[in-house]
């Protein structure tokens, strides 16, 4: 079974700070994804990531593959309090066929 | 646009009962999943299908029973339930099993005493 490290796995924060969340793996990825769930609901797909070095933007949030496809980094700049959730990393590895592995979340909190 | 709906919200089993946890998509996707989330392990699946009548186990398959009869529909099957299976079951669906977006539904919690 490939892991999935993600860290941290609790962030409190106060609202217009800066923070990095951080997901790696000993493997290297097809492709990566990044979901953020709130409570209560399904996670939602926030983007995908497939080239190493590849640096996408979704407003505030700035999401990075690294260059060996084993690690990526989600920055949220001037958290806001609807950032507040669970944020999961999922990741494909070759050979793994139809089998998407997540990691275990960072929880965010978003204080006003 | 209903998406993936899931079906109970809420379940209290009691130790050896069956239930069936409902999931079904209106997007026309050939890819659907099953996951069950705890505390402190993340999102684990369960079973598989990439299309009607082929179905495949995934890393927890242990206790669960599924089946594909059509595109539409992936229901789980708990044919005799333990403590273990209390958890918050996600049914999820895509496209295609090459991991374009995958669309989740809100989930079933599941207690079984």
């Known amino acids: 079974t490939q892991l999935l490290e993600q860290s941290p796995q609790f962030l409190s924060i106060q609202e217009g700070e800066n923070l990095t969340v951080y997901c790696n793996s000993s493997?290297?990825?097809?492709?990566l994804q990044w979901y953020r769930q709130e409570p209560g609901e399904g996670p939602v797909l926030l983007v995908t990531?497939?080239?190493?070095?590849e640096v996408k933007k979704l407003k505030r949030l700035t999401f990075q593959f690294g260059d060996a496809r084993k690690d990526s980094s989600l920055h949220i700049t001037a958290a806001q309090p609807g950032d507040t959730g669970l944020y999961l990393c999922?990741?494909?590895?070759?050979?793994?066929?139809?089998?998407?592995?997540f990691g275990k979340g960072t929880l965010l909190t978003v204080n006003p | 646009n209903a998406g993936v709906t899931q079906t109970p919200k809420f379940q209290v089993l009691k130790t050896g009962q069956s239930m069936t946890l409902q999931c079904a998509q209106d997007?026309?996707?050939?890819?659907m999943s099953w996951y069950r989330q705890d505390p402190g392990m993340g999102l684990r699946l369960i079973h598989y299908?990439?299309?009607?009548?082929?179905?495949d186990q995934g890393e927890v398959p242990n206790g669960y029973n599924v089946s594909r009869s059509t595109t539409e529909d992936f229901p789980l099957r708990l044919l005799s339930a333990a403590p273990s299976q209390t958890s918050v079951y996600f049914c999820?669906?895509?496209?295609?099993?090459?991991?374009?977006?995958?669309?989740f539904g809100s989930g079933t919690q599941l207690s079984v005493l």
């Open positions: 999820a669906s895509s496209y295609s099993a090459g991991f374009e977006k995958l669309f």
């Open positions: 493997s290297v990825f097809s492709s």
């Open positions: 990531v497939v080239t190493g070095g």
């Open positions: 999922a990741g494909v590895w070759g050979g793994s066929n139809y089998k998407l592995t």
């Open positions: 997007m026309n996707h050939e890819y």
């Open positions: 299908s990439v299309g009607a009548g082929i179905t």
